[in-house]
């Protein structure tokens, strides 16, 4: 990476170099429960990792099923009927997988999977 080049280039000068970091990938590393030791057969891309991680948590799957009862047409759901503030807007169903979305997950995962990434970051800056 530039990067390096820019921090040999200052060492050579006699300057010192900083590099800030937005996070060390510990969190992702942390999600494949790896541990001092442990034999891997290539290098874990917490880059990834974090990627797959934000695709699992964040691509919607959940759909409000309307033709079932809930607490907004009567029901009675105690997670349903809970609002944090008056204003909030109540589902008019309960939540259920939807097989479409589930489906375009896993296909967004795999493509994630597949894509040439990176390994940690950090290993790049040592090396």
Known sequence: PSVVEQ??????EGK???IGLQTTGEAAEAS????PGMRVDAFVSTTR??????IRTH???Y????????????ASDPLLSSTSN???IKP??????HPDCVEARRILLEQAARLDLPPNFLDELID
């Open 7 to 12: 921090c040999r280039r200052a060492l050579r």
């Open 16 to 18: 010192c170099a900083v």
């Open 32 to 35: 494949l429960e790896m541990s």
């Open 49 to 54: 990792e974090m990627l797959l991680g934000f």
């Open 59 to 61: 691509f919607p799957v």
């Open 63 to 74: 759909i409000e099923d309307v033709a079932a009862p809930s607490a907004a047409n009567g």
């Open 86 to 88: 008056p204003g909030d």
């Open 92 to 97: 008019l169903g309960p939540l259920r997988e």
